[in-house]
C-alpha cells in the first residue's frame, strides 16, 4: 500500500516537473492590427511584464506592421502595388490611427496631446524603454511580403529578428501567457 | 504595517514617480530595485492611482515582501523589501 502511494507521488512529482518546464513565464503575443490604440495597448501591457521580468516576444504582422516602419529610411526597387500599400499605409508609429473616432487625425492628436498632459509615456518612449528592457520584436516575413514591406524600411531595434507563424506557434505553446491583437 | 511603523522605516531609498502613469512607476521600481541590495528598503512615490494595486502584485510576482502604503494628500508612498 504504502509502496503504492509512493509510486503515484513519484509519478505526480514529474507530470508537475514537466507541467513547470512547459510552460515558461513569458508572453507571446500575436499583434496584427495596426490601430494607435492596439499598439498603444500591446507595449503597456509588454513593458508592465517586462518590468515583472517576465520574458516579452511580440509577433508583429499584417497591419501591425505599420508600427514597425521607420519614417526616415527609403526602401528601393519596389514594384508598383507595393509602391501604393506603402503610401496608403501609415509610415511608422507615429502616424498610426485610431481604430475608432480617427476624425481624419484629429483623433490620434487629442490622444497625443493628452498622453503628454497626463505624463503618459510616448510611443518613441515605450519601444526605447522595450529594448532596454530585452522585449523582443518577431516580423511576420509572410506578411511583410504580402503588404509590400522590405527589410531596409523598418526600424532599427536591437531585439528584432525575423520568423514565420511556426515561430509563434512554438513560442506561444510555451508561453504562461498568449494572445492576440 | 501601519503609516507609524512605515515612517520609521531605514528607507535605502527612495525613487520618486510622480507625475509619471502606468507603467511608468513599475519601470522605476523595477530600476531602483536594481541598484539596492536584497533586504534592503525601496520606498516609490506616486500619484497614480492604479499603483496603489499594481506595486503589491508586482512584489508578489518578483518576491519582494510588500510593507504597505502612506497616503499622502495627493500621492502615494509605497515601500517594499527587496527579496
Not at chain 1, 42 to 51: D, E, F, P, Q, V
Not at chain 1, 82 to 110: I, Q, T, V
Not at chain 1, 128 to 139: M, R, S
Amino acid at each position: 500500500m504504502e509502496e503504492e502511494m509512493l509510486k503515484q507521488l513519484e509519478d505526480l512529482k514529474k507530470r508537475v516537473g514537466k507541467l513547470e518546464k512547459n510552460r515558461k513565464d513569458q508572453l507571446s503575443i500575436a499583434i496584427v492590427s495596426g490601430d494607435l490604440d492596439k499598439i498603444l495597448a500591446t507595449m503597456i501591457i509588454s513593458l508592465a511584464a517586462a518590468a515583472s521580468d517576465t520574458k516579452v516576444k511580440l509577433f508583429f504582422s499584417f497591419w501591425a506592421l505599420s508600427a514597425l516602419r521607420d519614417q526616415k529610411k527609403k526602401a528601393h526597387g519596389k514594384d508598383f502595388i507595393s509602391k501604393m500599400f506603402g503610401l496608403m499605409l501609415p509610415k511608422g508609429r507615429n502616424k498610426l490611427k485610431l481604430s475608432k473616432m480617427n476624425m481624419m487625425g484629429m483623433g490620434p492628436a487629442m490622444i497625443k496631446f493628452l498622453m503628454r498632459k497626463q505624463n503618459v509615456m510616448s510611443l518613441d518612449e515605450m519601444f526605447k524603454q522595450a529594448a532596454e528592457l530585452g522585449i523582443e520584436i518577431i516580423v511576420c516575413e509572410m506578411s511583410m511580403n504580402l503588404m509590400g514591406f522590405k527589410k531596409e524600411e523598418i526600424i532599427d531595434y536591437p531585439h528584432l529578428s525575423y520568423a514565420g507563424a511556426a515561430t509563434f506557434v512554438a513560442e506561444a505553446s510555451e508561453s504562461s501567457i498568449q494572445f492576440f491583437i | 504595517m501601519n503609516a507609524d511603523e512605515l515612517k520609521k522605516l531605514n528607507v535605502a531609498q527612495t525613487v520618486d514617480a510622480r507625475g509619471t502613469s502606468c507603467p511608468g512607476p513599475l519601470l522605476a521600481a523595477k530600476k531602483a530595485v536594481g541598484e539596492i541590495e536584497s533586504g534592503e528598503i525601496l520606498e516609490v512615490l506616486s500619484s497614480d492611482e492604479g499603483t496603489k494595486n499594481d506595486i503589491p502584485k508586482w512584489c508578489e510576482k518578483m518576491e519582494h515582501e510588500f510593507l504597505g502604503i502612506i497616503e499622502e494628500d495627493s500621492y502615494f508612498r509605497l515601500f517594499l523589501k527587496k527579496a
